[in-house]
């Protein structure tokens, strides 16, 4: 029942962080309301985000590989997961992985569109 629960609200933080991206991805490029993290700081950010999301589906990929993952959390450091041993465990991090690594594109193919949106119309200055 656990499980159950777990997936149901990973579901429903996907729906309202896909509805929030579209809401920003609607938003008309002459307006106000959005400020855009200027500098060598909105760019540093993405190619940090960008960091991270390869990691993570560097993780994805190498425990599909291997069949294990290693639990990714704090309470249960350096435990590995093996899908033969612990199905539900290992599907479990697989899926927070995925979810993650959806997430983070989802959020630079956002803010990606929104740079290139506004530098088509002359709103942005670069980086």
Not at 49 to 61: E, P, Q, R, S, T
Not at 99 to 119: D, F, H, N, P
């Amino acid at each position: 029942m656990r499980h159950v629960i777990y997936y149901s609200l990973m579901l429903i933080l996907g729906f309202a962080f896909y509805k929030y991206g579209q809401n920003l991805l609607h938003k008309a490029p002459g307006d106000g309301s959005v400020e855009r993290t200027k500098g060598v700081k909105g760019a540093f950010g993405l190619l940090v985000m960008a960091g991270v999301n390869f990691f993570l589906l560097f993780l994805m990929l190498r425990a599909l590989a291997l069949r294990e993952v290693e639990c990714l959390g704090k309470g249960c450091k350096e435990q590995l997961y093996i899908l033969a041993a612990n199905a539900a465990e290992y599907w479990s991090s697989m899926f927070y992985l995925l979810w993650m690594v959806l997430g983070l594109s989802y959020a630079m193919y956002v803010t990606l569109k929104i740079r290139s949106r506004e530098q088509r119309y002359g709103k942005g200055s670069g980086a």
